[in-house]
């Protein structure tokens, strides 16, 4: 099959990621390859090493801002030019379209085209995406598909139908599983640094059970960084930096647990699938790691956003085996998750040439 993958033309597939979206778009757009279909991506621009071809749609060279009527800066404009590029783009030799966009103007554009598409929802409801989804399945030849049960649960209200459930996976061979020392090591807590993911209920349980925390992500509000972040490192707590993968992988390499404190829903919760995949167990918050991805042995969520409450269930994941923690991940192994959607890429193309 020819298909052709939508993130947006101004987003970067090159790591390290901003999100976990990325991370799958690479991953899934990979493995098609490798399942013999030929894939390109719409995006500003990805790793060399990839097999996947990018199209790109390029800036204005006159400038897009806008003083007057619909004030704008020169990047937004920017943007705007970029996206609606997709309307002008010849859609007609794939054959299917598979949407992993947040961007509006994508999905007005997609709109119009009559190729038979998959809308990946990759996050949960907001007055925003339910009203650009709600148009674009109403009149685009679209499936929605959630990445877990209650990401389908979520949407189902809003989009009005039953919606299928492809959960997402990794790439195992891109995630080295390590020994870990129990008794030595650090706990170790990576993501988006933001309010909503909550590294400081990390921070609170490290400096109770006096262990070294190291901290990896982007930080996405500088001033919340600034103010509650930063005035709590220390020799004990650090934060690093953004990492990409392998860099990422081997700092799981010296730690004991991973941390999952998200305090807003995770739809699906990648990092958790990549720490258990380096031999890591995990524990956090039901907030941050879906039920799918939940395992008394090895991945421990309560039903709290208490960070006292995670106490003992770091004591008891302690007895938990790099290779259970391993053994565990492998069901979310991307060549599954792909494998489920070269089947539903066969049957809509089926449905809509029958």
Same mark, same amino acid.
């Given at each position: 099959?020819?298909?052709?993958?939508?993130?947006?033309?101004?987003?970067?597939?090159?790591?390290?990621?901003?999100?976990?979206? &990325?991370?799958?778009?690479?991953?899934?757009?990979?493995?098609?390859?490798?399942?013999?279909? %030929?894939?390109?991506?719409?995006?500003?621009?990805?790793?060399?090493?990839?097999?996947?071809?990018?199209?790109?749609?390029?800036?204005?060279?006159? %400038?897009?801002?806008?003083?007057?009527? !619909?004030?704008?800066?020169?990047?937004?404009? +920017?943007?705007?030019? @970029?996206?609606? +590029?997709?309307?002008?783009?010849?859609?007609?030799?794939?054959? =299917?379209?598979?949407?992993?966009?947040?961007?509006? /103007?994508?999905?007005?554009?997609?709109?119009?085209?009559?190729?038979?598409?998959?809308?990946?929802?990759?996050?949960?409801?907001?007055?925003?995406?339910?009203?650009?989804?709600?148009?674009?399945?109403?009149?685009?030849?679209?499936?929605?598909?959630?990445?877990?049960?209650?990401?389908?649960?979520?949407?189902?209200?809003?989009?009005?139908?039953?919606?299928?459930?492809?959960?997402?996976?990794?790439?195992?061979? +891109?995630?080295?599983?390590?020994?870990?020392?129990?008794? /030595?090591?650090?706990?170790?807590?990576?993501?988006?640094?933001?309010?909503?993911?909550?590294?400081?209920? #990390?921070?609170?349980?490290?400096?109770?059970?006096?262990?070294?925390?190291?901290?990896?992500?982007?930080?996405?509000? @500088?001033?919340?960084?600034?103010?509650?972040?930063?005035?709590?490192?220390?020799?004990?707590?650090?934060?690093?930096?953004?990492?990409?993968?392998?860099?990422?992988?081997?700092?799981?390499?010296?730690?004991?647990?991973?941390?999952?404190?998200?305090?807003?829903? *995770?739809?699906?919760?990648?990092?958790?699938?990549?720490?258990? #995949?380096?031999?890591?167990?995990?524990?956090?918050? &039901?907030?941050?790691?879906?039920? *799918?991805? !939940?395992?008394?042995?090895?991945? =421990?969520?309560?039903?709290?956003?208490?960070?006292?409450?995670?106490?003992?269930?770091? &004591?008891?994941?302690?007895?938990?085996?790099?290779? *259970?923690?391993?053994?565990?991940?492998?069901?979310?192994?991307?060549?599954?998750?792909?494998?489920?959607?070269?089947?539903?890429?066969? !049957?809509?193309?089926?449905?809509?040439? %029958?």
């Amino acid at each position: 099959m020819k298909i052709l993958l939508v993130a947006g033309p101004f987003i970067t597939l090159r790591e390290p990621y901003n999100g976990g979206t &990325e991370a799958f778009i690479v991953a899934h757009a990979n493995q098609l390859v490798l399942l013999g279909h %030929s894939v390109d991506v719409i995006a500003k621009d990805a790793d060399e090493k990839n097999l996947f071809q990018v199209i790109e749609f390029s800036q204005s060279p006159l %400038s897009m801002k806008d003083d007057a009527y !619909r004030p704008c800066a020169e990047w937004l404009g +920017q943007q705007h030019y @970029q996206s609606l +590029q997709f309307g002008m783009f010849d859609v007609g030799n794939y054959d =299917i379209i598979h949407y992993n966009s947040f961007i509006p /103007e994508i999905y007005a554009v997609g709109a119009l085209f009559k190729i038979p598409s998959i809308l990946t929802l990759h996050l949960p409801p907001t007055k925003k995406f339910e009203l650009i989804y709600k148009f674009f399945v109403k009149h685009a030849p679209a499936l929605p598909i959630a990445i877990s049960k209650r990401m389908s649960e979520r949407w189902e209200p809003s989009l009005g139908k039953d919606i299928e459930v492809i959960l997402n996976g990794i790439d195992l061979d +891109q995630w080295k599983m390590y020994d870990r020392n129990s008794e /030595e090591g650090y706990l170790l807590w990576s993501g988006r640094i933001t309010k909503e993911k909550n590294v400081e209920a #990390a921070i609170h349980l490290a400096n109770h059970l006096k262990k070294p925390l190291k901290i990896i992500g982007p930080i996405f509000d @500088q001033q919340y960084f600034n103010d509650f972040i930063q005035p709590q490192l220390s020799k004990s707590i650090q934060y690093i930096s953004h990492l990409n993968q392998q860099e990422l992988n081997k700092f799981a390499a010296g730690a004991f647990a991973y941390l999952a404190t998200a305090s807003w829903e *995770e739809p699906f919760g990648l990092s958790t699938i990549e720490m258990l #995949a380096s031999g890591i167990p995990v524990i956090g918050f &039901e907030t941050a790691i879906p039920p *799918e991805l !939940r395992n008394k042995q090895v991945s =421990i969520a309560v039903d709290s956003q208490r960070w006292q409450d995670l106490i003992i269930p770091l &004591e008891n994941i302690k007895h938990a085996t790099p290779r *259970e923690c391993r053994d565990f991940a492998k069901t979310f192994n991307i060549k599954k998750t792909s494998g489920e959607y070269v089947k539903l890429y066969e !049957r809509l193309a089926t449905k809509i040439t %029958s």
